[in-house]
T-cell receptor, first 114, second 112 residues
Framework: KQEVTQIPAALSVPEGENLVLNCSFT??????LQWFRQDPGKGLTSLLL?????REQTSGRLNASLDKSSGRSTLYIAASQPGDSATYLC?????????????FGKGTKLSVKP | NAGVTQTPKFRILKIGQSMTLQCTQD?????MYWYRQDPGMGLKLIYY???????DKGEVPNGYNVSRSTTEDFPLRLELAAPSQTSVYFC???????????FGPGTRLTVT
């Protein structure tokens, strides 16, 4: 059974720092890996999707990498800003019986201090 | 395109009441999903559908029912609400490769 783990559970950094969020998964048979942002009381905003054949994706100050063989992904945020404060969720779409449904980690709650 | 829409946004139910959470997508996606998110947790799959007339259970289906009569709509039915069903419910849909899922804004449900 696929399991997704995100470390750390919470992170507080001063504004301007570069930071890395970690995601690991137990089964490498995946279609893709997605990173989402969730603001308090709000829905999910898709940040980046990495297909299983890709190694990384970039969008603005965000860079996500994927190492399928080791079951790891990282989300790199450059020059963090207070507006980046949110919970970041990692999810994998695996080959399991539920037709590519997403298996989610519990998230990393990021706080960027001015 | 509106994407994935959900109604209502908020609802308070009494124990034993029933309700239907509505989900509609206008992207002509075959695959649709219902997830629930409990506080401090990731999302868990309740039910999914691979097309009109075809549905199947996910990880946490007990207490819920679904139907899929059209490509666009995928309602989730709670028959006898229980406090354990207090959660935020998200509907999602996807097309083929790269299998990216698109989420609705969610429904916050409280059962008291």
């Amino acid at each position: 059974k696929q399991e997704v783990t995100q470390i750390p559970a919470a992170l507080s950094v001063p504004e301007g720092e570069n930071l890395v969020l970690n995601c690991s998964f137990t089964d490498s048979a995946i279609y893709n890996l997605q990173w989402f942002r969730q603001d308090p009381g709000k829905g999910l905003t898709s940040l980046l999707l990495i297909q299983s054949s890709q190694r990384e994706q970039t969008s603005g100050r965000l860079n996500a990498s994927l190492d399928k063989s080791s079951g790891r992904s990282t989300l790199y945020i450059a020059a963090s800003q207070p507006g980046d404060s949110a919970t970041y969720l990692c999810a994998v779409a695996d080959y399991g019986g539920s037709q590519g449904n997403l298996i989610f980690g519990k998230g990393t709650k990021l706080s960027v201090k001015p | 395109n509106a994407g994935v829409t959900q109604t209502p946004k908020f609802r308070i139910l009494k124990i034993g009441q029933s309700m239907t959470l509505q989900c509609t997508q206008d992207m002509n996606h075959n695959y649709m999903y219902w997830y629930r998110q409990d506080p401090g947790m990731g999302l868990k799959l309740i039910y999914y559908s691979v097309g009109a007339g075809i549905t199947d259970k996910g990880e946490v289906p007990n207490g819920y029912n679904v139907s899929r009569s059209t490509t666009e709509d995928f309602p989730l039915r709670l028959e006898l609400a229980a406090p354990s069903q207090t959660s935020v419910y998200f509907c999602a849909s996807r097309d083929g490769i790269p299998y990216e899922q698109y989420f609705g804004p969610g429904t916050r449900l409280t059962v008291t």
